[in-house]
Each structure stands twice: as structure tokens, then as C-alpha cells.
């Protein structure tokens, strides 16, 4: 018995100096940063009263004044936060070639749906970024532009029929489901008229109803490789098994009727041609289009929500607009075109504005190849370290943006843009690795902000909650309660 606990004192006290070396991995390096506690590293809080962009911003507040970056633990693993802007921008663009990578978690064996361009690394991640890159141009986004209009028809329609009090971000969630099932899948998704459709159940599920809490997810993201070695999945069976039949079904439909489309599945389907050089697999198809529709429907329909609780909240700024809108309408006979969208500067501020408030991603990640010697200091990076860039907390800077939580749509102004940092402003990251949706996501977002506030008009209800606070269960940033508001219609002129 006495051998028993000599072993097993023996082994705690090995795992101690074993935490304890790794945990001042920083500190040997001369490096500031937040002490770490033991498994969580600077995480605690995670998940249950505090989302991401809290620790983050408590992080950012304690050394962004004094450090241009600070050592950072998720769990066991390592990450440099940058603070420091130039940095970022070496780290982002200039020395892309060590920061290429993003090292998150995918695990093509058991879940190929994660086998996307947003997980991938490596040479996967370079061949589809170059041959995936040809559906967002501009031309693109002018071919699928009448499918968009034509939902938003269908957002004004709906929303008559709903006047009063609404949940904004449902109701923007089913008008983006219509739009990417539209120009993403060629397929009516209906969410406007049925908002239990199967599009809509299943995007709610990956969103609202993920597969693993959001200590999990974190575990999976910090620790890819432990992560696929005990062989977890990121989506719901249920899901990944819509998606596989749906896209299943579109392919074979499309190739037995002959019919060709504008749209990322026809791109897809090219790309998977027998005798196409490096085919895309069938999964691979899956996976690219299943991204593009999470991405799609889900971050544009949070921004879209903000933006209307913002309006709600600014009746000026929203009136500022209406007539905005009102005017090019009217000079283009009521029509919207792409073009006429071009003619409306205070939408892109507003939305810009929202983008800088309500980023949805906390922070952007990125893992370095090979050994990189941080500029203007005595600190090489290992290969493998992780590193985190707090969008969220960097929009949010009153040094960058006075009186951060103000929304405020003149900052946008040429102006003052060319005042401030060029990577001050990060919602859809920079460089290489940029969202490659970034066009076809704030289109979407203009075109249904322009039919809602053509005829309705929104303001705060009993039920808005003031200030929105995020819910914890998600890293994505999105609310607690959702966006209630309320919604009558603009009164004729």
C-alpha cells in the first residue's frame, strides 16, 4: 500500500514540475503575460459567465498600454497575443509565408465535412483557396445578385405579414438561408415562408445546438492533433448527413438534366470533374459547400440583426438611411441593382460600423510554419506556436475608436479611416487568408437591410435587452436572448 501512494505522490508531483516548466514557457522567454492556471491556462471563466471576448479584453486591457504582445495559454497550448498592429500586419501579410496556417481542428476521417477551406492547411488549403477564389469576383456577385433580390422581395412580403414585435435575428436568419440556398445550392429553402424548414432546423442545430459546449470546442480548436487522435467530430451526425444527401442529390439532379448553373455548386462540380487535375472527391464538395453555407447564412444574419438593434437604437442614424435608400431607389425606378447598391455610401458606413462593433469572430488565429524572429525584439517564435489577434478587442480600443461603444458611422468616413491604423479595422481579416465571402456576405447584408427599411421601420420593444449581452455557450459572438425588437410599417410619404 505504501509502494501504491509513493507511485502515485510520485506521479502528482511529477505532473506539478512538469505544469510549472510549461506553464512559465513565456516568462523564461521574457514575455508579459496573465499567470496561467494550471489545465486552463487563461481561460477560466470560459463558457460559463464569460465569453471569449471577455477574457480577451481583459487580457488586451492589462498590456496593450505597456506590450506590443503578451504570452496566452488555451488549455496546454501556447499562443502569442499581438497587440501590436504592425505586427500584425507583418504577421498577416508581409511574412504570410511563416503565419500561413491556421491550425485549427479538422478531422477528414471521421467528419469530412471539416475538410474545408476554412479548417484546411497546407497545400489542401492553397489549391482551393486559388480555384475557389473564381466564385466571389465581382462578376460572379452580379450573376447571383437577382436570386438576392428576389428573396428580398420575399423579406418584405414576410415581414408584413409579422408586424409588431420580432426576433431579428430569426427573421434575418431565414431571409440569409433563402439567399445562400439560392445562390450556393440553386435550391428553394422556403425558410421565409416555413421557419421550421430542414435548411433552417439544420443551420439552427450547428449554431444554437452544437454537438460539444464550448469548453469542448475550445479543447478541439487548441488541440487539433489530440483531438482527431481520439477520433471527434465537430458537427452533428444528423447534419453532416443532411448536408452529404443534399449536396448528393444536387450533383446527380445537375448532371442527369444537364443543367448549369451560376452558382458554388456548378464551380464545385467543375472542380470534381473526372480527369479535372487533383478532382475534388465527393466529401470535398460537401465540405466546401457546407461551409459556405454555415458562413454564409449565419454571420450575415447576426450582422444584420445588430445592425437593425443599432438603427433601433439610433433613430437618426436610421432615418439618415431610409432616405438614402428612398433616394437611389427612386432614381433607378424602384429597382435594386447592383450597381444602384454602389450609389448607397451610408449603407457601407453603417454596416462597416456594425462589422466594427459586432465582429463575429473574437479573435483571428494563425500558426507559425517555421521559426520567425519577432521584429525589434529578442523573440523567435518556435514552429507550431499559435497566434491570437483580438479583433474584437482592438475594434473596441478607445485609443483607435473614441468612446467605443457609441455607434458612430462617421468613422467610415475617408477621412477618418485614413487616420487610423489600416489593420485597426479586422472583420473579415487581412491578406492571404482573408474570408474569401467577405463581397458576397455584405451584399447579402445591404440587400436585406434595403427592403426592410424601404417599408418598416424598428425600434426598441419592452423586450430589448440594453446592453446585448453575448451568450457564452458559443464562440462565435451572438446574443443571449436574441434581438428583439419592434417592426411597424414606414408610413407613406
Known amino acids: 500500500m505504501f509502494t501504491f501512494f509513493a507511485l502515485v505522490f510520485a506521479a502528482v508531483l511529477l505532473l506539478y514540475v512538469k505544469l510549472r516548466w510549461h506553464y512559465a514557457y513565456w516568462r523564461r522567454r521574457g514575455v508579459a503575460g496573465e499567470t496561467p492556471v494550471y489545465f486552463r491556462g487563461n481561460m477560466s471563466g470560459l463558457g460559463k459567465e464569460l465569453h471569449w471576448t471577455d477574457i480577451n479584453w481583459r487580457i488586451y486591457k492589462k498590456f496593450s498600454g505597456t506590450e506590443r504582445y503578451c504570452g496566452y495559454f488555451t488549455f496546454l497550448n501556447k499562443a502569442l497575443f499581438v497587440m501590436d498592429l504592425e505586427l500584425v500586419r507583418k504577421i498577416m501579410i508581409s511574412d504570410f509565408g511563416s503565419f500561413a496556417d491556421r491550425g485549427l481542428f479538422h478531422n477528414v476521417r471521421d467528419d469530412p465535412l471539416t475538410g474545408n477551406l476554412l479548417f484546411l492547411d497546407g497545400p489542401e488549403w492553397r489549391w482551393l483557396r486559388q480555384n475557389l477564389t473564381q466564385v466571389f469576383t465581382s462578376g460572379k456577385m452580379k450573376l447571383m445578385f437577382p436570386n438576392m433580390v428576389e428573396v428580398g422581395e420575399r423579406l418584405a412580403q ?46 439552427r442545430s450547428v449554431t444554437t445546438e452544437p454537438l460539444h459546449s464550448v469548453l469542448v470546442q475550445a479543447f478541439m480548436f487548441s488541440q487539433p492533433a489530440l483531438a482527431r487522435m481520439l477520433r471527434m467530430r465537430l458537427f452533428r451526425p444528423e447534419v453532416s448527413a443532411f448536408f452529404l444527401d443534399t449536396v448528393r442529390q444536387t450533383l446527380d439532379y445537375r448532371r442527369r438534366e444537364n443543367i448549369h448553373r451560376n452558382d458554388l455548386i456548378q464551380l464545385l462540380m467543375e472542380l470534381g470533374e473526372e480527369g479535372a487535375k487533383d478532382a475534388l472527391s465527393f466529401e470535398q464538395i460537401a465540405a466546401q459547400a457546407l461551409v459556405f453555407f454555415l458562413a454564409g447564412f449565419d454571420t450575415s444574419s447576426t450582422t444584420m440583426s445588430f445592425c437593425l438593434y443599432e438603427l433601433a437604437l439610433n433613430p437618426d442614424i436610421q432615418d439618415k438611411l431610409r432616405v438614402e435608400i428612398l433616394d437611389v431607389l427612386s432614381r433607378n425606378k424602384q429597382k435594386l441593382t447592383y450597381e444602384s447598391v454602389q450609389e448607397m455610401p451610408y449603407l457601407e458606413k453603417v454596416v462597416a460600423e456594425t462589422l466594427r462593433k459586432y465582429p463575429i469572430l473574437p479573435h483571428l488565429l494563425r500558426l507559425s510554419t517555421k521559426e520567425y524572429r519577432v521584429p525589434d525584439s529578442n523573440l523567435t517564435l518556435e514552429p507550431g506556436t499559435k497566434i491570437m489577434i483580438p479583433v474584437h478587442s482592438i475594434h473596441h480600443d478607445p485609443e483607435l475608436y473614441p468612446e467605443p461603444e457609441r455607434f458612430d458611422p462617421s468613422r467610415f468616413e475617408p477621412e477618418e479611416i485614413r487616420a487610423r491604423h489600416p489593420f485597426a479595422y479586422l472583420p473579415f481579416g487581412e491578406g492571404p487568408r482573408n474570408c474569401i465571402g467577405e463581397r458576397f456576405g455584405k451584399l447579402q447584408v445591404k440587400v436585406g437591410l434595403v427592403y426592410l427599411l424601404r417599408d418598416f421601420k424598428f425600434s426598441r420593444s419592452k423586450q430589448t435587452q440594453i446592453p446585448l449581452k453575448f451568450s457564452s455557450r458559443t464562440f462565435l459572438i451572438s446574443t443571449q436572448e436574441g434581438v428583439n425588437l419592434h417592426m411597424e410599417r414606414v408610413a407613406a410619404p
Open 158 to 203: 414576410a415581414c408584413h405579414q409579422q408586424i409588431g414585435e420580432i426576433e431579428a435575428k430569426d427573421l434575418c436568419a431565414r431571409f440569409t438561408t433563402d439567399v445562400i440556398g439560392s445562390c450556393a445550392f440553386g435550391l428553394e429553402c422556403n425558410s421565409l415562408q416555413d421557419p421550421d424548414s430542414e435548411f433552417r432546423r439544420m443551420g
